[in-house]
């Protein structure tokens, strides 16, 4: 289920929990609970619904500007039903926490075994240290360009990549990947010595929101976090080539959840 990027900071703030969708059948059930970028999102009810019997305050809780424009947007696939989402934020992404929990011998052991199971499993061999390596040693390298470094499509190499994430071992970044705290120490324990990597950003990472070509150009201008947009304006960063509006609305939006704005014009 597809949630826009304003609309999963709506329901994080608690001013949206609802959605409306048309669907041959319903994609979702009471209890799904969905990862995204302001962490889990929870499916609290799922009814189908005549569009006729919606009302101004549906419309209002689904953050649309008018019940005219909730039906004007529930007319596409009229031939399918439409359904009654209710949403609610579930707190943070488990994941992130894990991410920076360091583990000890006895889980380093566990992670590793669940690393050769993972390989075992593996239709084209082990993949899982090289993909880590690959990782560690090229961070923010495009997947598509990584995955052609070890001769994977790109699509699979993803999908690898996303097992590895599901442990605690990589994050996703707006371009690329980098090794967590986590997925560092059981690279480093399979090493003679620990591997020497440049110094961790201090800050919020740039939202994946925000596109590949708006990310790139940030960069270029070495702002690589949200406290570092914190210090320029709006139209600056519109200015940037690459960066549209809608990643400079998105980064404000990203901004506002962790009570950061742009700089005064």
């Not at 329901?11 to 319903?26: M, S, V, Y």
């Not at 009810?45 to 305050?57: F, G, H, I, P």
């Not at 075992?120 to 880590?132: K, N, Y």
Request: charged share 25%.
């Amino acid at each position: 289920m597809m949630i826009r990027p304003a609309e999963l900071a709506a329901i994080k703030a608690g001013t949206i929990d609802l959605a409306f969708r048309r669907w041959a059948r319903p994609r979702v059930v009471v209890g799904t609970r969905m990862r995204t970028g302001v962490g889990l999102i929870e499916v609290t009810s799922v009814e189908q619904v005549s569009v006729a019997s919606l009302r101004a305050d549906d419309a209002r809780r689904a953050g649309a500007p008018s019940l005219a424009a909730l039906k004007q947007a529930l007319a596409a696939r009229s031939s399918d039903p439409a359904w009654r989402i209710g949403l609610a934020y579930a707190g943070p992404d488990p994941r992130e926490a894990l991410r920076s929990a360091i583990p000890d011998a006895d889980e380093i052991a566990a992670i590793n075994a669940r690393l050769d199971r993972l390989d075992a499993a593996s239709v084209h061999g082990p993949w899982t240290r090289e993909t880590l390596d690959l990782i560690d040693l090229n961070p923010t390298v495009r997947a598509p360009d990584l995955a052609a470094r070890v001769g994977r499509e790109t699509a699979d190499f993803k999908k690898d990549v996303r097992k590895l994430k599901e442990l605690g071992l990589t994050e996703s970044l707006a371009i690329g990947y980098l090794l967590s705290p986590r997925g560092e120490a059981v690279v480093d324990a399979g090493l003679p010595t620990p591997r020497e990597r440049a110094a961790r950003e201090d800050g919020t990472p740039l939202p994946r929101s925000i596109g590949a070509p708006a990310t790139r150009a940030l960069r270029a201008a070495g702002v690589t976090t949200l406290e570092q947009v914190a210090t320029h304006t709006a139209a600056e960063l519109g200015a940037m080539h690459g960066v549209g509006p809608i990643a400079v609305t998105r980064l404000g939006e990203a901004m506002a959840e962790r009570g950061l704005a742009y700089r005064a014009e």
